[in-house]
């Protein structure tokens, strides 16, 4: 197991990534934005071509406006198995979890992973 010097930004700024066994890379997250029941969520089944960034148009910029492509991150972590790059079509029929923007502007805009200091 070897640890990768990987840079990464935003709320990914403090992980840590391990290249596992067959080359397959773990990333451990120092916070992660997780699934709450009581929140309202969405599910969107992906398809074909669709990136993560899409969907941040797509279901928040009438909330967010063009701040929107920057939530990417939240909604990388809310889902059950992170997305490390968003700009990566994902796959067709895999469903995305998307959380309320009330949400999301709390982690995003609030005093939790936004307010973390940059390394």
């Not at 398809?47 to 797509?58: M, N, S």
């Not at 979890?97 to 940059?118: C, K, N, Q, T």
């Amino acid at each position: 197991m070897a640890v990768q010097n990987i840079q990464l930004a935003g709320l990914y700024r403090h992980a840590k990534v391990v290249e596992m066994e067959g080359g397959v890379l773990e990333t451990t997250l120092p916070e992660r934005v997780e699934f709450d029941e009581t929140d309202d969520v969405m599910v969107h089944v992906v398809a074909d071509g669709e990136r993560l960034t899409d969907l941040c148009v797509v279901y928040y910029f009438s909330e967010f406006g063009d701040a929107c492509v920057d939530i990417w991150e939240v909604l990388a972590q809310f889902q059950p198995i992170p997305i490390l790059d968003p700009f990566v079509p994902l796959e067709p029929g895999r469903e995305i979890l998307l959380p309320s923007p009330g949400f999301v502007r709390s982690i995003a805009f609030g005093d939790s992973l936004a307010s973390m200091p940059e390394v």
